[in-house]
């Protein structure tokens, strides 16, 4: 309650509609409440239909709405006229809907939930109690917090004080609980005895070989045994572009400085051997011959390269 007052105080509407308000709130309302249970009601009462009246003001008339159906009518024994303002009534003209200030905000309370019912706002004209009690709250309000704290509250027992359960209600025949624990072993041993069960092996799958290396390394030898060192280093050269475009996504047209500073950058490579490499393959184009020691140096720079990146 003192956090709905703190929240009332800071500009805010709050409406509570229930049968029971207890004696803490009582006390921070400024008010005295009487409710009672449907056991306190007599039959003739109980037959009786529910009336409720909206008072004038705050209302442009004095309206009365009934329901043929029972009742059981809470009402405010006492308020505190110096900031309280009554806004409904019972039959018996006892209060039940009361407006309070605090700060820049309003707190209604009202204590018949049955008026905002379905039984009660289908019947005649009764929707209008739900549309005069409602105008009540500020026309600039943009969001609405719904609460039913209430909805789900859990059933205790009214004569031990414990809590029911589905597993107490169900076990309170014999039969049934013999059946439900049961089938609840029955389902304990299938789980136990499943988890025994051998867990298929694995098999072992050999990782996929590079045909397309194989065949290049088959190429290589082959122009090595002819001598070929020229048509071999270009081989070599191509198979060394057509990696760099592939894993560096670098064009290999133009091989100039810029070529070989984004190279040394994707790569991680010493850029002074980067720099052998292309200078290698440029003077492939005007070479005439190729000797061995050349071959065989830049075979060296090439595996290097593949090695360290």
């Known amino acids: 309650m003192k956090k709905i007052i703190e929240f009332v105080d800071a500009g ?24 009672y249970s449907l056991a306190s009601f007599t039959d003739d009462e109980m037959e009786d239909s529910m009336q409720i009246l909206l008072s004038h003001p705050p209302f442009e008339n004095k309206m009365i709405y009934y329901y043929p159906g029972k009742k059981f009518n809470s009402y405010f024994d006492a308020i505190d006229t110096a900031r309280t303002d009554v806004a409904g009534y019972t039959e018996k003209q006892r209060p039940d809907f009361i407006h309070l200030r605090a700060g820049k905000g309003n707190l209604y309370v009202h204590l018949e939930p049955l008026a905002f019912s379905n039984y009660f706002l289908l019947h005649k004209n009764n929707i209008s109690y739900y549309e005069n009690a409602m105008s009540l709250i500020s026309k600039g309000v943009k ?42 072993f029955t389902l304990l041993l299938y789980v136990l005895l499943e988890m025994r069960r051998k867990q298929r092996i694995i ?55 810029n070529f070989i500073k984004n190279l040394k950058y994707k790569s991680g490579h ?18 005439q011959a190729i000797s061995h020691e050349q071959l065989t140096n830049f075979h060296r720079q090439l595996e290097t390269f593949y090695n360290k990146t």
């Open 203 to 257: 098999p072992v799958i050999a990782k996929q070989r590079n045909d397309s290396l194989d065949f290049v390394r088959t190429i290589g030898r082959l122009y090595y045994d002819k001598g070929d060192h020229m048509n071999l280093c270009r081989k070599m050269g191509a198979y060394f572009l057509d990696h760099v475009r592939n894993q560096y996504k670098l064009s290999t047209v133009e091989l100039d400085e």
């Open 12 to 35: 805010n509407d709050v409406f509570i509609s229930a049968r029971y308000i207890s004696a803490a709130a009582d006390k921070i309302l400024g008010c005295s409440s009487s409710s």
């Open 143 to 184: 969001k609405v917090v719904w609460d039913e704290y209430y909805l789900n509250k859990r059933s205790y027992n009214d004569s031990n004080n414990e809590k029911k359960s589905w597993l107490s209600v169900l076990f309170r025949y014999p039969a049934l609980k013999a059946a439900l624990l049961t089938a609840l």
């Open 270 to 287: 010493d850029e002074a051997e980067i720099r052998g490499i292309v200078s290698f393959i440029k003077y492939l184009d005007d070479a």
